[in-house]
């Protein structure tokens, strides 16, 4: 399970600052030239589309896509993650906002704009 967030899109990131290195569960050890804050679009269930900020997001150029910590988004953002045992996943926040997660390949993936 990731335990920070990490982005091989520089170009995501607002706010930069680093270098830093990151722990992998593998245990290898990468070096992010940067961290910063990415802004994301989610759209809920209901159709309403609320913009969230995601700050400490690690770039590393040896990322070949998006990882965001299920643990920290939940944290940061003060919502709630429920998987079914069928594997449907959702997001929702204290606010009562309902963001639906798709299941590809056994990866969560968050869906937005």
């Given at each position: 399970?990731?335990?920070?967030?990490?982005?091989?899109?520089?170009?995501?990131?607002?706010?930069?600052?680093?270098?830093?290195?990151?722990?992998?569960?593998?245990?290898?050890?990468?070096?992010?030239?940067?961290?910063?804050?990415?802004?994301?679009?989610?759209?809920?269930?209901?159709?309403?589309?609320?913009?969230v900020?995601?700050?400490?997001?690690?770039?590393?150029?040896?990322?070949s896509?998006?990882?965001?910590?299920?643990?920290?988004?939940?944290?940061?953002?003060?919502?709630?993650?429920?998987?079914?045992?069928?594997?449907?996943?959702?997001?929702?926040?204290?606010?009562?906002?309902?963001?639906?997660?798709?299941?590809?390949?056994?990866?969560?993936?968050?869906?937005?704009?």
């Amino acid at each position: 399970m990731a335990s920070v967030h990490v982005t091989g899109n520089k170009s995501l990131l607002s706010g930069r600052r680093g270098p830093m290195r990151i722990m992998c569960a593998n245990g290898e050890t990468i070096v992010a030239s940067t961290m910063g804050t990415v802004t994301l679009r989610m759209r809920s269930q209901g159709g309403t589309v609320r913009t969230v900020r995601i700050s400490d997001v690690y770039y590393s150029e040896q990322m070949s896509a998006n990882l965001l910590s299920a643990q920290k988004l939940c944290q940061d953002l003060k919502m709630q993650l429920t998987i079914s045992p069928e594997g449907r996943a959702f997001m929702q926040s204290e606010t009562g906002m309902f963001f639906p997660i798709k299941t590809q390949q056994s990866v969560l993936t968050l869906s937005g704009d």
